[in-house]
């Protein structure tokens, strides 16, 4: 390995938040009686959410729609497109049921907003500037996905009675106006309207506090995450590799993607984390609702007990190490 | 007072099957129901409950005798082979039939 | 173990009635009662429960017979004009009757 | 219009907290499943009000008494009074029954927290001072208005048995120590005790976030209003209409009175916040527990859907505007 | 649908005796549980539920008759003498008699 | 009394912490219906201890591991301790029953986090220094105590089944992992890892608020203990004056010992806190699963109801006096 490969690595590793992830994954591991209350959860999302949103649209109305709308375009394209490959691999590599790869797919090109965060970390951490606005990525790549892998899945699946037949408008309705959607889309033109003065007015909240809950927060998804180690052994080894290989690959070209969409190298590392990350909250929650045929197992524990943590420790650093090999 | 019987059924499932039930009873005509989150354990694993989407919920609903019988073929037909799930029916009095 | 027939009364109501019932339960020479925060859909629309004061409890109360039906006519007389709320009993067996 | 008034509703319209309410009105409409958990409400209520009460307190200390306790006797007698008005005009012009226009009327004469802490957000926006120990009158002008209304609602309801018999001593127990007084209250205590220097030790925690814990807490406030509107055909045109004029016509009243008790632009403009703004808990809670007979769907859907949203995107800088009017 | 009677457990009881009964009903042959945080009331004082420690569990356990008498023996011998708590059964119609 | 210590007890009840306490204390006694959520009290334990454990952890990686591990083991070897003379007293002076004996002495060598936190705010208020990284003692002294009053209560009680038996094996589990102590020590080891660069980034969450998050717990704290002040009736005279009298001495011993293990006026203040202060929270919970015979209306009326407002209004200041005292 490359020493500032290593180096990134480490810096990662010993960051306050990754540190509490750790932390969490050993709570879980001795079975600590520490838990969070879902109140807690539910909070911690709604200002990590709240906050990034915020700060990208005031990044927004400084740098113009003009500049954001190419590489937002790009990333909701990349996200729906992420499927379309992933699919057949599970199903004819994996020999994975229809529904079971689609459902999968549909998590990978998804994305995973703490993923993205913690890279947003990252990279204050190491002094890399990135362009703010990237939030904007984020809420475009959480939803296509989602409805590609449904479509791909429903072809195979069978509703037998009205309960689940008129799903994919509410598909279609959870895509556009689901929690985390609306929350980052909402934060985001709310900071583009009130631009700098607004972020002035609310950076004692929005801003000040913002690392340090993180760290809190990774320390539930440590357990959480952790919780399901122990279906590692019933997934396969073929969702084992697919929960790092697919994650690297992505990311790869998700670096490539971002800086041809002219961003900087911070900007084209997230680029990369936003296209490595799978999602675990709402990818979930759209298939047990579209798609409850498929298998959770599967999906959560690809997403959330693989990818997420290898992200979160090692893939960041790695993403990292990518643009910064591409911009050289 | 007079007491009329009634049944209770009780439906213990993952919280993400709730868009679904509500829209069941609303189907087979109950006209209300209750619901709770809840912590449990089962043949498909723990579920410690902190964060919602991956817990349970509990949905208590009062219906007449023969809803319950729909409710129960249903969730038998549909709901058990896709959800984690219980659900069990109980026999109530109350005072106002007409309300269920 | 030989069990005692005892009633479970089990009301669901808004949140602002709460005084109201735990009083009406002293009156009538209830022992203790359990109740929890519920959300709830009936013929007074939906209580979606994050203010708990536009909210809903359930409570559950475990009586003599003769003090539930005490109670039912109380609730019936007093609170069901009164309040969103239901209310039904059920037949419960307990191990130490003198507790209840 | 005056272009100063245009000004003052554009320059509140677009504060991050008033966006935030319309952001959470929209949620409701769309049906979106974002939900505040309960405890997150009431964590964020206990923090607005300790808050408020704290830095009052504090400025109650640098102030004196001296200065204080002519304008919260005017605002004690202020909200006692305006049922006196809104009663008759309900019962006869409105043809409410005697134990809802009482309910409706103790309403208006109450007060509701939040408008007046977002009153404050927008002064502190434009730039406008005002006297921080104005969380005084706040905190006196919540029960009175209760006490009245219910006196004059039990004229005409009858409680049957003693469970409803002796409420007027539990009425007058709420009045005191009921959840928001006993906070607001004790926190103004407990900031004139500790003077400047205690609010030096805990400003990081009631001021820095203040700004942005009052933007997610309206995010949330929108949701709960928002689900109200469906109850706007229940109320007859003679509330909706009443919901808008009344407050007009007590903000007039309170910008008036605190212009004579000697306060400074911004103070008067808060006073007439005071009086013009409705309560939504602590009278509905009183009602509930006084007058069950009063129907919830007139008072709450009053206070909460028409009343306080006027209030917190019109209501405010016409109130400013009045305020500025007088004061030159 | 076919219905099967068996038993609903319910037990209500300080927090702090949680471990204690979910253990037991491992040992005595339950297949699952549900459990959720309540306040109550009772002989041992308020239990307001701010701190979960100092609050009260209600669990509600689906068993086989043989089995809620098993354990309901256990309760009165073991566990009644040491933590402030009610338990109660009630007969229940359940589908799938073999996931219990 | 001399000048001195009525000056630091008045300074100690001036502060906003304390005074929010004796708030809490009113509410509960006037049965004000303020009640905070259960989730609420577990997030401001987490955040609390994760802070005071992230501070201390820097403070160690700055200090150094070789100037913590004396006074650390003394820490550990006084709290086990503890209950090997607490418990004869309740036995045969007291004449409690042996568990109840046990029992007690359980909680008074185990430590109340909060009454710790109190003081290191006391000592900033009065601004004398002292080792942040006495956090590492509080972390010590938890466990210890508790499996000794556990063995101590054992020889007496009898568990009849399977589900009692197998118990001490869960109770060191517990000393290890259980919630307080893993966040505790995490959070210092977290800190340590991350030195000074972690801190930096995290204080806006970690330190700055701090305060006041403090003062807003102990309102709960207040509320919660006044509860079972209707309780001090049902445990006798001799309890009573336990509960004060054995932190006084505790508290000596440990200011003593602190001085002795050579840490500053401060740290050694620190120390007698720690020894002085008794759990109410970790030992109850260990209480009532390994020793369930013992009656906890008795532990917890003098954990709770006794001996924690008095060192949080008295003592601190108390134990203060005999720090300077003991150093000049
Ligand atoms: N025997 C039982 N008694 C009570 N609740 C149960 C029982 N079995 C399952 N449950 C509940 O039903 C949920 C789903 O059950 P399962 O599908 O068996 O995992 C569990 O998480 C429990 O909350
Ligand atoms: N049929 C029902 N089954 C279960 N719960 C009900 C039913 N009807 C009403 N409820 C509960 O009782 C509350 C008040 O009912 P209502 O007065 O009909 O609005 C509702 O919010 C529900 O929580
Ligand atoms: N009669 C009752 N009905 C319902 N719940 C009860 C009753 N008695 C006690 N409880 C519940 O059981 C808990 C422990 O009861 P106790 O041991 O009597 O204090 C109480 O806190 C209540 O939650
Ligand atoms: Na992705
Ligand atoms: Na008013
Ligand atoms: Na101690």
Redesign the interface.
Known sequence: MPPDLLHAIQANLLSPAVLFFVLGVIAALVKSDLKFPEALYVTLTIYLLTAIGFKGGVAISEAGLGTVWLPALAALALGAAIPLWTYPVLRFAGKFPAVDAAAVAAHYGSVSAVTFIAATNFLNQVNEPFENYATAFLAVMESPAIVVGILLGKRAASGSSSIWGDSTRRVLHEAAFGRSVLLLVGALIIGALCGKRGLTMTEGFFVTPFQGVLALFLLEMGMVAARRLGDLKKVGIFLLAFGVLAPLLHGCIGVALGHWAGLSLGGAMLFGVLAASASYIAAPAAMRLSLPEANPTLYLTSALAITFPFNITVGIPVYFALARWWNS | ?K?HP?K?V?V?C?T??R??L???LA?VGA?????????????QGQR?????????I?LEV?VQPAIA?QL???????F?P??AM???????????PD?F
Chains 1, 4, 6 share one sequence.
């Open positions: 007072m007491t009634m209770l009780t213990i993952e993400l099957a868009e679904h509500t829209r069941l189907a006209h209300g129901y209750t619901l709770f989150p809840v912590e449990g354990d089962g043949s410690p409950g902190d964060i919602a989407e991956f817990g349970n509990q009062v019988e129960l073929a249903r969730l038998h037909g549909e058990f896709r959800f219980i659900a069990y029916t109980s026999d109530i009095q109350v005072l106002r309300k």
